[in-house]
């Protein structure tokens, strides 16, 4: 019934907004004298109707971010939050409320309910997600293309100060040359790119961060991991056990640099050949929506209201229901972390992998104490259904997905006595 709700799009950004002009200072865009900071927004929201005079339309879980962490910051322990663009926090955000709907055994108001120990969405609720601008990598390429100038894009792809980046890294952990067990192929075409390079090129995956100057990263385009989770849905193989069936987007609203047949392509066209997937798996295709509403701090309306220079924002911006107030994350640690100090519970974000991991095994209080000395990697390949959807993904459309190193995932939840 969500679909016959008048004004959804709208109805769905301006309540991503509203949220957000709630949340304290801290963490949000700020000027300095003649610079102004911008950020993304994201949000996921549960809509409950029953017609389209009777619904509610709430905000489970917001981010903000531009940031994602280099290859040499990585961190072995899972206590850092690699990625912090605005979707992926909203995300990352979503699988920590899902969590809690899960320790609380579903309250009245929750979108989901318990059936013989997993969750189950109730009828007549939706998911959905409002993105201020058009998610990074594929779905944007063409309008961030119109918006360079020949002078910009010149200075882009050369100048005295480009590094010469080395592809290895990447090209040694790419899904298909990881298990073919070879290292990287210099004779190999690469199949994808880093960032913003090569407009022409489309339905390609692509790496973050977009300036080809920057240090390579291993995190893949928020087109591309739309795109995943239009698959695999978005409460991760982690969790994927907790749950009856995969959790999918049913529409996805976006603001700025808005380009329909661009993400349309990006988010599941590029996929329409994919075959095989294990029920209740399948290649889910959400509704997509433009909006006209604007977000006070995304580019465009500072380029607007600013004749300095306009310069992403450093910080990232958690929240979700219940939180006294909302997580800051900063270099993929809370905002104040001590520098030089082992991060702990109340130091590291609460939507790293180590806290998710913990959180989720404190949810599951009848683990045994076998299973819970597993990996976090083992924990999250548990659900075979949802592996076996991944591999067919990778092996038939992505196969070229850049994947995390097992090094960064062979953590315990419990290694030390600090715990949740």
């Not at 981010?63 to 280099?70: D, I, N, S, V």
């Not at 609720?125 to 993105?131: A, E, N, R, V």
């Not at 795109?227 to 991760?236: D, E, M």
Request: aromatic residues 8%.
């Amino acid at each position: 019934m969500w679909s016959t709700i008048q004004d959804l799009p709208n109805r769905l950004a301006s309540a991503s907004i509203a949220q957000y002009q709630k949340l304290p200072k801290t963490g949000k865009p700020v000027s300095h004298g003649a610079k102004a900071e911008w950020t993304v927004l994201a949000c996921i929201l549960a809509v409950y109707a029953e017609s389209k005079d009777n619904y509610d339309v709430r905000v489970v879980s917001l981010g903000t971010g531009l940031k994602c962490l280099p290859y040499s910051k990585l961190c072995n322990k899972g206590e850092l939050v690699h990625d912090s663009h605005a979707e992926v926090i909203a995300r990352r955000g979503f699988m920590r409320y899902m969590l809690e709907q899960y320790e609380k055994q579903c309250p009245d108001n929750s979108p989901f309910k318990m059936v013989d120990g997993r969750l189950m969405i109730k009828d007549g609720y939706s998911f959905h997600m409002y993105i201020s601008q058009s998610p990074c990598g594929d779905a944007s390429m063409s309008a961030v293309a119109e918006l360079q100038t020949e002078e910009s894009q010149a200075a882009f792809e050369s100048g005295s100060k480009r590094k010469v980046i080395k592809y290895d890294m990447l090209d040694n952990n790419t899904y298909a040359n990881k298990r073919r067990k070879v290292s990287s192929n210099k004779e190999q075409q690469q199949a994808f790119h880093r960032g913003r390079y090569g407009f022409d090129q489309l339905g390609i995956l692509r790496t973050k961060p977009g300036r080809l100057d920057s240090e390579p990263s291993l995190c893949m385009s928020c087109s591309d991991k739309l795109a995943r989770w239009n698959v695999l849905g978005i409460q991760s193989g982690l969790l994927a056990d907790l749950i009856d069936k995969p959790v999918y987007l049913d529409s996805i609203v976006v603001g700025d640099m808005y380009d329909h047949d661009a993400l349309k392509r990006a988010l599941y066209g590029r996929l329409e050949n994919l075959k095989d997937l294990p029920k209740p798996y399948k290649l889910h295709r959400p509704r997509i929506y433009h909006t006209d509403i604007e977000f006070e701090s995304s580019k465009l309306k500072m380029e607007e209201d600013n004749k300095g220079t306009v310069i992403p924002s450093g910080t990232t911006i958690l929240w979700i229901p219940g939180i006294q107030k909302p997580e800051v994350i900063v270099h993929g640690k809370k905002q104040g972390a001590p520098k030089g100090k082992p991060l702990t519970a109340k130091t590291r974000s609460s939507i790293c992998k180590l806290s998710l991991l913990q959180q989720y095994i404190n949810a599951r209080s009848c683990i045994s104490e076998e299973k819970q000395s597993r990996t976090y990697r083992e924990w999250k390949h548990q659900s075979e259904q949802y592996q076996m959807a991944k591999d067919q993904l990778l092996d038939q459309c992505f196969s070229n997905w850049v994947q995390t190193p097992e090094l960064y995932e062979e953590f315990h939840a419990f290694e030390n006595t600090d715990t949740l």
